[in-house]
Each structure stands twice: as C-alpha cells, then as structure tokens.
C-alpha cells in the first residue's frame, strides 16, 4: 500500500490527506459506526485523476472507500479495513442545464439544496429529498438511492437518473445510460449503480430528470389520538385518487422534541400529526385542498386546518426535516445517541406495524420517536442509545431485528432509503430467507466479482 500512495501522492500532491488530524474525520459517517483511520484520503477533482488513482489501487489491491457528504446513516462510507479513500468534494459543479430536454448534469460532489437552489432560478427542481439534502450529494444519493418527504409523489433517486459516467475499479471510464428520457440498449447498468453504496464504480458525472416546480403548494395538518384513523387517512386519500406532494407523520415524542427545541404547540389529546400537501394551479389548489380535508375528517382528528401561508409552511417543514437534530434535546442524559431505524411497508399495512412497532419498543424498553413518510409507507424511529450501556445497546439491536421482521411480516423491506451498509447486513439475510430467494445473494455477490473481481471497492459493506 506505501507504494501505491506514494504514487497517488505524486498524482495529486497536496490533495493527499496523510496525517492523522484530517484522517479522523474520515473514520465516520453520521451513523453510529466508526470504522479504521484511512491510511490517506484523496482529493479528486477530476475522472482523470479518479480513473488514475482506480488503476494505482486495482494493480496493488488497495481498498478504496468512496466519500460524499458523509451523511450516510447505515456506514456506508465508513473505512472498514486498511484503505485509501476518495472524497468527491472538490468535484462540486453543475455542468450543464437542458431544461427544455427535462435534465441536467452535474458532478456527484453537488449538493442536492445547492442543485435545487440552481434549479429553483430557472423554474424547475430535482424531487429527491432526503432530510440531509444541506450535506447530501448527489454521488452519495444515488448510491444509496436516497428518498426523501417527495417519494410518495415523485419516488426515489432511481426515478431520476437517466444516465452516468463511472469509472471501473480497473480504472476504465465509461459511460451508461444517456441523456433521453427512454431508450432500449440490453441490460440497464444505470439501475444497477442506484442503490450500490460504492461497491462497483465511482460516479463521476450524471445526468438527472428534473420537474417544472408546481404553481402553488397547500398543506393540511390534522391531529389523532391513533394511529389508526391517521393511516386511513392517508389510504383513503389515495383511494379518491389524490396523491400528495409530501404526506409526514410524526408520533407524540416527536411533536414533543419539535415543541421544545421550535416552540411549535400540537392540540391537547393528540398523538399524532399529519402532515399533507397538495400541489396544483393556482386555480384548482382551493378545490383540491378543500376535497382532501372533507375525506380525513372522516376519520374525527383532533384538530384540523388549512395553511397555505408560505412561511408558516417552511417552518413545519423545517421542523420535520430537522427532526434528528430537536431528538438530540429530549434525550436523559448528554451520554445518548440516536440511531435511526429505516423500514417500509405498504401504506394500507402502516397503522397495523405502527401498533406492533409500538409494543416491540415497550419489550424492549426502548425509547424512540415514530415518524416518516406516511404516504409511501416508510417508517423512520429515532432510538436514545447510550453506548456506554452495554446491556441497553444489546436491547436496541434486538428492536432493530425486531423492526425489520415487523415490515418483512407486512409485506415491507427492511431497508427504505438509507441503504444496508454495515448495519443492515444481517436484515438483508432475512428478507431474502422470508422471500424464499436466497440465490439473489449470490447474484448479487457474482455481479460484484464481475465488476471488481479483487474486491477493492468499499469492502464488507452489503454483504460479506
């Protein structure tokens, strides 16, 4: 390995972190795992030098982990073993915009609010929204086909990616996919690099859908007891054929962890909040809004109301997205951190999971917020873990087997859009024994010894 730095130094020079300070950094992403100190970490600013680099690391197989935004929540990105990492923050640029066309292109060092704040000036925006969009990146999103408040409308990251440049880990550069909204040419490699958490290329450029922003955004914010009337709700929404533009729920500690750290009340009783928009013209959006909230009256909330104030909705808006950090005021004691659970069901199956997610936390005697995108199933739990707890950290990690279990028993996934990483590796086991397609694990393992036949790229991360 000293040889095959010494030759990415001679590369790259000063854009090669080795000492220990700016390594530290790099053991981590922003889950719980920390991981090896990287041997160096490389600063790439163009495909040249990243195919450079791949060749230097693929003749002396040297591990190589690849690094955006570090936002990850499943260690992801985290060095695993002795490694090299590339960070692709230097390669932050939006290379070219076709509106017209319905795309644009950009390095995977962008990130995703820098990208829509650009999209925004020319009317248009990019849908996938993860609650880290300040720090996710583009590379990173796609590798972990990110989702985000959007999905239940406009689905997840693989929705929108038409094309990619990759390098492969022998250091070729090609090309898959392609600029046009459809095309037919054999196996779809673009789909395949969504979702592949860095283990078969480097993305070193992309070409991605984007959306007309809609004329005008309403919100309704209804209040339960239970979970129950608040997710028939949501299906009977669904079943009248209007589909939200983002559909949020949040249980009690998360209105409780929003109240404290942004002054924002909930309606006395209530359990439970949620949040829908509707998107429309400027003509329809009384109508439309006024429709969606004769149906989840139906269903006796608490409290509910119409906004379409624009700053009132940011800051709910806010709030939701900001949720992991207001989590980080009710914790009992400083010594607690938050893990965060990740699973999806079917959303006619979500008010049944929530009430057996409920009584897992109570076994378990876990403490954790329930909240996520209701309209598309996805079930976050923001869990207080104290690592020094040894006996407390062995409860969480048999609430979360028992989570993913729950979402395998309704039809669900264990993993919604953070990815398997390290920590999901044993959960991805059990969804494929319960679909009774074990041999997946082994195409799986055969496309990764095709692309990366030493096994360089972010190894012990999805499978062993």
Known sequence: MADAIQKIRKRIGKRLLEKKED?????????????????????????EEIADIMKICYESKTSVVMRSGGSALTGSPVPYTDSVVISMSAMNKILEAHVEDGYVVTEPGVR?????????????????????????????????????????????????????????????????GGRTLKRTKGYDITALMVGNEGTLAVITKAYLKVWPIPEEIGRILAYFKDSENMGKSISNL????????????????????????????????????????IA????????????????????????????????????????????????????DSKDEYIEIG????????????????????????????????????????NIMVDLKDNGYRERVEKFQMELGKIALKHG??????????????????????????????????GIKKDFDPDGILNRGKIFD
């Open 412 to 445: 669900g996934s264990v993993s919604a859009e953070h990815g398997i990483g390290l920590e999901k590796k044993e959960l991805l086991l059990e969804e494929l024994k319960e679909r009774g397609s074990m041999e997946v694990l082994t195409l799986m393992k």
């Open 238 to 277: 669904k079943g009248k054929g209007i589909i939200p533009y983002i559909a949020e729920f949040m249980d009690r500690l998360s209105l409780d962890a929003i109240k404290k750290a942004k002054n924002i009340d909930s309606p006395e009783g209530s359990n439970f909040l949620l949040m829908i928009d």
């Open 23 to 47: 390594l530290i950094p790099y053991m981590k992403d922003s889950s719980y795992y920390e991981g090896n100190i990287p041997r160096a970490v490389a600063i790439a600013s163009s495909r």
């Open 280 to 331: 429309s013209t400027h003509e329809s959006i009384g109508r439309k809004l006024d429709e969606a909230k004769k149906i989840i009256e139906e269903q006796n909330p608490i409290n509910i109301k119409i906004t379409r104030d624009k700053d009132e909705m940011r800051i709910m808006y806010e709030a939701r997205k900001g949720l992991y950090s207001s989590s980080l005021g009710i914790r």
């Open 112 to 176: 995703l609010d820098d990208l829509n704040a650009y999209l925004n000036k020319l009317g248009f925006f990019y849908p996938p929204d993860p609650a880290s969009s300040t720090a996710a990146t583009v590379g990173g999103s796609i590798s972990t086909n990110a989702g985000g408040l959007r999905a239940c409308t406009y689905g997840t990251t693989k929705e929108w990616v038409l094309g990619l440049e990759i390098v492969l880990p022998n250091g070729k550069i090609v090309e898959v």
């Open 342 to 381: 990740d699973v999806v069901v079917p959303p006619s199956e979500l008010p049944s999971s929530l009430k057996e997610i409920e009584g897992s936390m109570k076994n378990f005697r876990i403490k954790a917020l329930l909240f996520g995108h209701i309209g598309d199933g996805n079930i976050h739990a």
